[in-house]
């Protein structure tokens, strides 16, 4: 079974400029959340998706938008880049969502898209 | 607000040598769920264990032991006979359950760095 894809593997990009980053979860895998990581903050949530509605946000601008398509792939995208935003962005991809109780759920990550923001 | 401390920032041992890494957290929740991560140095985060908050068996996986004690919100990892493979960056995590409206979403700790020396 392939694992969780993210495109592209490396991105530089300059301030004010957006991107979008892709990623396709592991098949028959309907949860997406996605996250960024950085050396001073960690690994911090961005927002989740499943069946192609946001269920959940974590407290970043809103220059951080997302959605998921109908074949459950993902895009997440970020406009008027900072410097800030360089980052190591991380997808994951669950059967339904990390938190369920009715069964075994964690989430699988993909490599990460590293952006560069100068 | 839920937290996770991994107090441990960095960690070298040599090969063969036993090592634990400690994690303690917070919670209100009384159902909650807890991960270990492995992060290599090519970037993806590697599913190791998870752990709901009723089951405080511990658990061995090879060389990979968990202690999970509720009375003193830890979730402690133990590699035995530690290998140069084993050098990553070890992250642990928690979420809520399901219904509590945090789906996909984890809290992860700094990671505690591993080198491994042979």
């Known amino acids: 079974k392939a694992g969780v894809t993210q495109t592209p593997r490396y991105l530089i990009k300059t301030r004010g400029q957006q991107v979008t980053l892709s990623c396709s979860p592991i098949?028959?895998?309907?949860?997406v959340s996605w996250y960024q990581q950085t050396p001073g903050q960690g690994l911090q949530f961005l927002f989740e998706y499943f069946s192609e509605t946001q269920r959940n946000k974590g407290n970043f601008p809103g220059r951080f938008s997302g959605r998921q398509f109908s074949n459950s792939r993902s895009e997440m995208n970020v406009s008027t880049l900072e410097l800030g935003d360089s980052a190591l962005y991380l997808c994951?991809?669950?059967?339904?969502?990390?938190?369920?109780?009715?069964?075994?759920?964690?989430?699988?990550f993909g490599n990460g898209t590293r952006l560069t923001v100068t | 607000a839920q937290k996770v401390t991994q107090a441990q920032t960095e960690i070298s041992v040599v090969e063969k040598e036993d090592v634990t890494l400690d994690c303690v957290y917070e919670?209100?929740?009384?159902?909650?769920?807890l991960f270990w991560y492995k992060q290599p140095p090519s970037g993806e985060l590697v599913f190791l264990i998870r752990r709901n908050s009723f089951d405080e068996q511990n658990e061995i996986s090879g060389r990979y032991s968990w202690n999970f004690q509720k009375s003193t919100s830890s979730f402690n990892f133990t590699i035995t006979a530690s290998q140069v493979v084993d050098s990553a960056v070890y992250f642990c995590?928690?979420?809520?359950?399901?219904?509590?409206?945090?789906?996909?979403?984890?809290?992860f700790g700094q990671g505690t760095t591993l080198q491994v020396k042979p």
């Open positions: 995590a928690l979420t809520r359950s399901y219904g509590s409206g945090n789906t996909g979403k984890l809290i």
């Open positions: 919670t209100r929740d009384t159902t909650y769920y």
């Open positions: 098949s028959g895998h309907r949860s």
């Open positions: 994951a991809s669950s059967q339904t969502g990390t938190g369920d109780v009715r069964g075994n759920s964690p989430l699988h």
